[in-house]
């Protein structure tokens, strides 16, 4: 998320007028820090704090708002509605697919509101990822082991120095039901009709969720920019292919 919060998100949050974001997944605070640079910006972190302690970071501040904890059990004990939501927290169907049933359960987003997700694209757009295994129940879990992502490649690897994130619990395969970040939004869309939906497919992607027809000047300049960068990135990853800077094996 950190990629596109100065050049995307930041901008958007302010050609839009929001003034009430929630972030769940915020690492060590680096996005609460460039929204608070916007005039009467309040923000809701939601994080267990295992990067740092945002608690203490932001203690006597009154426009941050930290819960500390799973993003699944904070966002069950808030009443408020927020007009952006920011998602980068865990990288699973179970994790993201709920978060976004109870946001729309609880009537979270504003009208005119926009959630962006972050990791819709390689390599967790078709495949699990558990940062702890015991947060995600049994039933809703992919098989798993620890070993490199490589692009292209259903299987992981366990070679330490080829593929990306051996060090996390990933899914052993790639796609299938319930599995990944972008089957999630998928899956929560098709369950709940009235969502517009496009990413930007740059680095592990972001995703970007609204109402239909809502926000629609500002929504229409980030579609666009969106599709100048998809084209760029688009150009690159042809590049790479053919000169074999990019392991890619296509479907």
């Known amino acids: 998320m950190r990629t596109f919060s100065k050049t995307v998100v930041g901008p958007y949050i302010r050609a839009s007028g929001y003034q009430r974001v929630c972030e769940i ?11 608070l640079a916007v005039g009467g910006m309040s923000v809701c972190v939601i994080d267990p704090c295992v990067d740092a302690d945002l608690v203490t970071k932001y ?26 939501i920011m998602i980068d927290g865990d990288h699973n169907w179970y994790t993201v697919f709920h978060e976004l049933v109870v946001i729309h359960d609880k009537g979270m987003l504003a009208k005119h509101g926009t959630i962006f997700m972050h990791d819709v694209c390689w390599p967790y757009a078709r495949r699990d990822m558990y940062y702890n295994l015991d947060t995600v129940p049994v039933e809703f ?6 070993g490199g992502i490589l692009r292209g490649v259903s299987p992981l690897t366990s070679d330490p120095a080829q593929g990306k994130n051996g060090e996390h619990w990933n899914a052993t ?19 709940h009709p009235g969502y517009r939906f496009f990413s930007l497919q740059r680095e592990w992607g972001l995703g970007v969720l609204v109402r239909e027809g809502e926000n629609a000047k ?11 960068i998809n084209t760029a990135e688009a150009f690159k990853t042809a590049l790479k ?8 094996v296509p479907r």
């Open 25 to 35: 997944g915020s690492c060590e605070g680096a996005n609460i820090d460039r929204l």
């Open 59 to 84: 203690a006597g501040n009154s426009r941050v708002r930290v819960c500390r904890g799973l993003s699944l059990e904070m966002l069950k004990t808030l009443d408020d509605v927020f007009d952006c």
């Open 141 to 146: 879990r992919q098989p798993v082991a620890k």
């Open 173 to 191: 395969h790639e796609g299938g039901p319930r599995n990944g970040v972008l089957t999630a939004i998928e899956d929560f869309r098709r369950d």
């Open 218 to 228: 500002a929504v229409a300049q980030l579609e666009r920019k969106a599709r100048l």
């Open 241 to 248: 292919t053919a000169t074999g800077r990019l392991s890619y």
